[in-house]
């Protein structure tokens, strides 16, 4: 190996069934460095890691550690900790009913003559331990007592007094306020001036900029390119993430501002927040007006939405529906005022496989009539073939199981179901995710006949182009925080400089 590197990874392929996770991906990391590894959703981060760690068993590469001769392949986590890599994740994987020193040594604990746990020992050099980097906490207090910035940083701990020399630290800060990721990154730095080597995932730009040292970008499975964090402006990450040349963009916008502004307001939402996950935002939506919201994965994109829909109790703020004051609390009172939302994970959240066509289309409307109301069988025939027939869904029968039909059926008979409940604004996160080139082209026509016809739409996707193709404004999210709105400027190039935020308007 060279000096000072830590670790290196050479040709790392991997495949699941019908998916090449990675291929060909290498990775390198030094002594004593911080180095952020970036990629969207998909782009093979989580799978790495999982190859590095002993989760996975991949095919093809080599892994090699500092003081370890010839190809490390590790079969479990027990060996990469034996090799000296050690993972933390954003669930804390510790036992928060033992203490703090109980958690360090479980499984390693001091013994005494007698064959019995040495709790004193444990204490004292647990004290220690934190004490050396700089964590102030009684190590004899149950660890559930202490907040999660702290049960992190137990668990680094646990790692760093196992002689790790690699230190994964995956979303660790998705959870954390800013003032707990600063102590965190007071910790991080802390490490690294030690000589231990950290990998650090996130999708929050700010932080990457504000503590890494190198940035290895991953998209689609394959490499992208390592890069010093001076030599990489936030606009270029941006672009290497996301796979587009931001010398070579065309402007594809249709001009579709115009009269929606002038029409009555549908929402208002006036600093509203989700403490956790999104900072307090204004936003305005027009009867008839296709808005959308961009930003990286993690960003805050469909915590917004969640907001506005009642599915995450607001924190702070105010929201009003056609002028009038609105109380959401859960996402029944969002229905009743005439609202839908189509889930990003439409397996997850949207589906009930086990119910045919029909019954999940009928599934919101029934909802809001509630359980006393029942909708009689011809009536749920009669709205199912209407909306089947709207929305082109591609199935032998309405008595057909949603979960046979492809992806992007399932995901017309999920709109299908919101558009039967008549609504005056739809909120759509990721309506065309992981479906055919025709049938994106047939939810973006029918979201602009939609608004055509007066109904609002909150329009979201990892996608830039298809939402310059449909909206007439777009809030661009970043960190958690709605960082700018974009209309007159709507081109891609604007919308990814946004994101990208930070030194962005004069970077080459």
Known sequence: MEDNVVLTARGISMTFPGVKALENVDFTLR???????????????????????????????????????????????RDAQNVGISTVYQEVNLCPNLSVAENLFIG??????????????????????????GISVDVTGNLENYSLAIQQMVAIARAVDMDCKVLILDEPTSSLDDEEVEKLFVLMRRLRDKGVGIIFVTHFLEQVYAVCDRITVLRDGHFV????????????????????DLDDLDDIRKDTTGHAAQQE??????????????SPFDLDIH??????????????????????????????????VKGEPAKIRQPIDAMNLGMGMLPDDRKAEGIIGDLSVRENI????????????????????????????????????????????????????????????????????????????????????????????????????????????TCSRMAIMRDG????????????QSVMKAIAGGEQANEK
């Open 265 to 278: 307001m549908m929402i208002s939402a006036k600093d509203l927040s989700h403490k956790g996950t999104v």
């Open 287 to 320: 009867k008839g007006e296709v808005v959308g919201v961009a930003g990286l994965l993690g960003s805050g994109r469909s915590e917004l939405a969640r907001v506005i829909y009642g599915a995450d109790r607001a924190s702070t703020g105010t929201i009003e």
């Open 362 to 469: 009928i599934l919101a409307l029934q909802a809001k009539r509630g359980m006393f109301r029942q909708l009689s069988r011809a009536k749920q025939e009669e709205i199912a073939d209407r909306y089947i027939d709207l929305v082109q869904i591609k199935t032998a029968s309405r008595e057909t199981l949603i979960r046979q039909l492809s992806g992007g059926n399932q995901q017309k008979v999920i709109l299908a179901r919101w558009l039967a409940t008549d609504p005056d604004f739809l909120i759509l996160d990721e309506p065309t995710r992981g479906i055919d080139v025709g049938t994106k082209a047939e939810i973006q026509k029918l979201i602009l006949k939609l608004a055509e016809e007066g109904k609002s739409i909150l329009f979201i996707s990892s996608e830039i182009a298809e939402m310059l193709r």
């Open 225 to 244: 390119g390592e890069y010093p964090i001076a030599e990489l402006p936030r606009v270029k990450l941006v672009a290497a993430m996301m796979g587009k």
């Open 108 to 133: 390693r604990e001091p013994m005494t003559k007698y064959h019995t746990i040495d709790r004193k020992a444990c204490n004292l050099r647990s004290q220690k331990i934190m004490d050396e980097l």
């Open 31 to 77: 002594k004593g460095e911080i180095h952020a590894l970036m990629g969207e959703n998909g782009a093979g981060k989580s799978t790495l890691i999982k190859c590095l760690t002993g989760i996975n068993d991949f095919e093809a590469g080599e892994i090699h550690v500092d003081g370890i001769e010839g190809p490390v392949k590790n079969h479990s986590t």
């Open 481 to 492: 925080r709605k960082v700018a709105e974009l209309d007159h400027d709507l081109t891609q």
